[in-house]
RNA sequence: GCCGCUGUGGCGGAAUUGGUAGACGCGUUGGACUUAAAAUCCAAUUCGAUGACAAAUCGAGUGCCGGUUCGAGCCCGGCCAGCGGUACCA
């Protein structure tokens, strides 16, 4: 073996690490601790995509550097096992989950084997094994406990197709997420968790974290706090409405107080409780229709038809608790029965909303906010003075709100109130492959089980469908569901918990994974505390993520953890799109440019027009676009997101049968930032194999196989040492900040000086080894060794920067002439802060002199050891 | 519509604090080695102009328009485009 052979050496040294236990964390570690996790995978049956190892390698990296750095690093992989792809699978085949499962995680932990990866082994969670979910139920119990988990009767998104109900989170345009069939709502009865309790810890929380803004954002957005008043308005009364429990008041949920006086009228969603007695007669008919059509509505018709405003009116009137006029009360679906109270006070002259539908139905329009001069739209919503508000006039919005909320609190017909849009997590799924509630029902009333009684283990059954009437499938394990409690006859909760359950504490198992007596160890709890760097896909960042925190603040509150939030610091990396591939268009036989298919579809969707996928030489670029060379015509540069119908699908397997897992590594870092989305290049792929082989003979001569005769025991140069210290500053500070592709960069710069050289130091070429390990680590090994060393370069202390190498006796700098650069000079580090001396060392250079010569200098700026400019006029 | 992010060569991307724009890699071109090819190595490569060649010099240039500054890819104001999220949340 001569030449670079990553197959041989990568396979070597990934059973040298399993059989050394290498990455074992250490049980009682002594100095700094560093935790740094992946979003563990749903094991699907597919295999690893090459989005997998990009988070992964990065957290690898990390990891490895981390330990080098003298840290003790905690970090674990595991599987996120329940899901739905096994049960339909299962549904399908009638092959058990369970056994599906086992053959994926195998496939999925033999390919991050195979990358190389420095997980501890030892340490692998399964959300679907017993032993884990027993404590996913046990914490299940805390918050039970806790007055945090409770049963409901409420309109679900009832999925007919997977036969089970879905979280709002789950329905994207009112289908599944999954599968991407019709949802409907139905009620039924639903274990739901009160996460609406934390919403200001939620909320709060979020400022101290080291996390994207953007997903700060969205948890920040769907939580979705809203501070203003409730406002109880008096229903008129009158002799004909036709139901005899009459609701004296109607209360209302406003930001804008400060509008009161232009409440013209009032909307009710068709939900809303009061509508049956508000009905009068002459309105009945009309309302009911209403109603009834728009409770047949899905999720995804009201939101098409949303564009125009309906609604019906009751009949009824209220009164204005400011102006003590009479409003009417409307029905209309445009108010979301499930929001606040259910009911608005309509305010057209501020609210873009009211306005449409006034106009829809000619009701009153009041303005009561002076817009300025130039406004010209209908409804106003910037800030002004307040006009036709008696007490209000002249206030501005913030100053009008306290002043009607004081006034609503001491009329006590109004109190100040925040609402979050965030609603109570439904929690129960209809399904077989999730774990069990630690739940049985004694006559009907739903009693927790001892955590002694744990883990409820999931029975075996027949087949996996739910039944027709929408029973879980659990409900046919007759034999299970009966059992007693207490000496009572008692029934199983058949429901199981959503896939989000085992991800929400999974990286706290991993602190002590075999402890018995807990979900965690509090003596490793104490050690670990909380992730200290979480790398995942930004697909998560509301759910996993918001629940999460969610539990982790129930379990912080229950005394079991001493941390209120989960992840310290959040990286999302970006998705890796297939290569660039040009598309030129043709419509009728005709070749058309991208703008011209555009403007065609865009009057006719229907259009035929044929793509042709162009080669890369078949097209050069004109101005801002790519043409089509033959044509001339405009063609689409685009990279497309992976997926099998488009063909453009990398697999990570063939990848690393051609070029090794190193390669992968390095290419998949060296792309670009991680956060970032980026296109797959092969070519990028041979790029960094390439680097590897000149790596690979920078040490050994590929003829013998030896190590080359230029590497000797010889003190390095001032120049070589430079460019290693030089490179051990860069490759530190880029891994510390993530920005793997600089380090990279820097490995290659000293690779291509280093070639240079006629000899290498045996000392400089080591420290080199020890930057690259963690981004090679095989490749790494395998020099390591061959230089010499019989332990596991892991385990090699980290090359430390000596600033003293890095000064240089002499730097180049620029000399500038009104702000452009006309020459250079170099300058003797001893001498930067002579400005006299370098000044005149500049007004030297022949081509700076020329300009000088040629007007008269204003001014002299110098910015020792950056930059020098001369202002001539 | 609203929120967030991003616009730099033929391509992926560097420029960490306002100080020589284009590091590194890909591609391309030329050369060396070879009977030849592969592999490898060396050199050039933002665009344009001047230059016989070269050295060199000049002009333009970081989505667009404007501003601040001795100096702007970076800061400020106004747009445009793309990506992601969200959408009657009162």
Known sequence: MNTYDPSKIESKWQAYWDAHETFKTPEKPEGPTYYVLDMFPYPSGSGLHVGHPEGYTATDIIARAKRAQGYSVLHPMGWDAFGLPAEQYAIKTGTHPEKTTRENVAKFKSQLKMLGFSYDWTREVNTTDPEYYRWTQWIFLKLYERGLAYQAEVPVNWCPALGTVLANEEVVDGVSEVGGHPVIRRPMRQWMLRITEYAEQLLDGLDELDWPESTKAMQRNWIGKSVGAEIDFAIQSTQNTNSSDSHSHITVFTTRPDTLFGATYMVLAPEHPAVDSLLTQDQEADARAYIEQAANKSDLERQELSKVKTGVFTGAFAINPVTDQPIPIWIADYVLGHYGTGAIMAVPGQDERDYEFAKAFDLPILRTVQPPADFEGGAYTGDGPAIESGFLNGMHISEAKEAMMDWLEEQKTGRRKTQYKLRDWLFSRQRYWGEPFPIVHVDGKPEPLSPDDLPVILPEVEDYKPSEKGEPPLAKATDWVKTTFQGQEAIRETNTMPQWAGSCWYYLRYMSPNYTKGPLDPEAEAIWKQVDLYIGGAEHSVLHLLYARFWHKVLFDAGVVS???????????????????????????????????????????????????????????????????????????????????????????????????????????????????????????????????????????????????????????????????????????????????????????????????ETLPRTVAERFVCLLHPFAPHIAEELWERLGHEKSISHTPWPVVDEAFLVEDEVTLAVQVNGKVRGTIEVATAQLEDQAAVLTLAKDEPNVKKYLDAGTLVKEIYVPGRVLNFVVK
């Not at 290693?724 to 510390?736: A, F, N, S, Y």
Request: proline share 3%; charged share 30%; glycine share 8%.
């Open 563 to 757: 941390t209120s939030e989960p992840f310290k610091k959040l990286v999302h990396q970006g998705m890796i799109l297939g290569e660039l591939e040009f598309t030129a268009f043709r419509h009728n036989g005709e070749w058309i440019s991208k703008k011209k298919r555009d403007e065609i579809l865009e009057n006719d969707p229907e259009a035929s027009i044929e793509a042709v996928r162009c080669e890369e030489e078949d097209v050069e670029k004109r101005g801002d676009a790519f043409v089509h060379k033959a044509s001339g015509v405009a063609v689409e540069a685009k990279a497309h997101k992976m997926s099998k119908s488009r063909g453009n699908v990398i697999n990570p397997d063939d990848v690393v049968d051609r070029y090794g897992a190193d390669s992968l590594r390095l290419y998949e870092m060296f792309m670009g930032p991680l956060e970032q989305v980026k296109p797959w290049s092969t070519k990028g792929v041979e790029g960094v194999y390439r680097f590897l082989g000149r790596v690979w003979r920078l040490m050994i001569d590929d003829q013998t196989g030896q190590l080359q005769s230029s590497l000797s025991d010889v003190e390095p140069t001032k120049a070589q040492n430079r460019l290693l210290h030089q490179t051990i500053q860069k490759v530190t500070d880029d891994i510390e900040g993530l920005r793997m592709n600089t380090a990279i960069s820097a490995l290659m710069i000293f690779v291509n000086e280093a070639n240079g050289w």
